[in-house]
């Protein structure tokens, strides 16, 4: 870990604390690069890079801010599979393991390579015109369709391996990967998934009726959705602003052809959940 790299969340506040980080990096000999909005934020404009080259030749990426932040970071490592540590500034951070106040513990637990490397799988999302790809876009979390600024539902059908699954009207429909198991689709009335288990969650938004329930299925599968009466769609990725579908467009998610690696230090997956979620005692 001789390389790094740093992605900031933009609305970062602790400048004293992060050019402490920095200093902290550069004594023990680090290669630092920043991204170069952020470099410039907090007065390093000579390490700073486009993020195109925030990636190039480093062992490893530090996500400084929130899930959002940390999402960001796995976009732009996850098909080098280059690891993560995530530092959480700020709210929740399901998925960033260190607080601020920790940073230099858990660094050095990396040093001393006491750590593990936790995978996560990711998926793939095609949306298909006329049976031709027109869109193609990677996530961690989670795919979500959803009616964008309509009032009306969506009458959705989907399909697992073209085998049909079943059709309903709905606010929309979620699908994700274990690790987007906690996140909006647990506000859907999803289950919770061991990030270890390989498969992938089917979720309708506010279904009207009282049938749907969620559906996991193997992540070998491949799902199609369609909006079966013209109706507007919007799509989103891991929370990224919507695209809007035209009429008949078809989704097509799938397993991602490459992991996401997290740098994990001390903390499990139930230990997390009971901090962050306050899931049981």
Same mark, same amino acid.
């Given at each position: ?171 929309? +429909?979620?699908?994700?990967?274990? =690790? @987007? $198991? ?6 859907? &009335?999803? *289950?919770? %998934? #061991? ?27 491949? +799902?199609?959705?369609?909006?079966? =009466? @013209? $109706? ?6 891991? &929370?990224? *602003?919507? %695209? #809007? ?37």
């Amino acid at each position: 870990m001789k390389k790094i790299s740093f992605l900031a969340t933009p609305k970062l506040r602790e400048k004293d604390t992060i050019l402490n980080i920095i200093s902290f990096l550069a004594r023990r000999g680090i290669s630092l690069k920043l991204d170069k909005n952020f470099a410039k934020k907090i007065g390093k404009e000579e390490l700073g890079v486009s993020e195109e080259r925030l990636v190039d030749g480093i062992d490893m990426m530090i996500s400084l801010g929130g899930d959002g932040t940390l999402l960001r970071a796995a976009r732009l490592v996850a098909e080098r599979e280059i690891p993560i540590l995530g530092i959480n500034i700020g709210g929740l951070g399901f998925l960033t393991e260190v607080p601020l106040s920790e940073y230099e513990k858990a660094l050095l637990s990396i040093f001393e390579k006491n750590y593990h490397i936790e995978e996560r799988i990711t998926l793939q999302c095609a949306v298909l015109k006329n049976g031709k790809p027109s869109l193609k876009f990677y996530g961690l979390n989670d795919v979500v369709i959803h009616r964008g600024g309509s009032s009306h539902l969506l009458h959705l059908q989907f399909f697992v391996n073209e085998r049909y699954g079943g059709s309903f009207a709905a606010d929309g +429909i979620v699908a994700c990967t274990p =690790t @987007g $198991s906690t996140a909006y689709a647990l506000s859907t &009335g999803g *289950p919770i %998934v #061991s990030p270890e288990v390989d498969c992938f969650v089917i979720n309708a938004i506010c279904p009207h009726t009282l049938s749907a329930r969620p559906l996991v299925i193997s992540s070998g599968k491949t +799902i199609k959705i369609v909006e079966t =009466t @013209g $109706s507007h769609m919007g799509l989103s990725i891991d &929370g990224q *602003p919507t %695209v #809007s579908l035209d009429e008949k467009e078809e989704i097509i998610v799938s397993k991602g052809s490459f992991n996401v690696k997290f740098i994990r230090i001390e903390k499990n997956f139930y230990q997390i959940l009971r901090e962050k979620l306050n899931w049981v005692e």
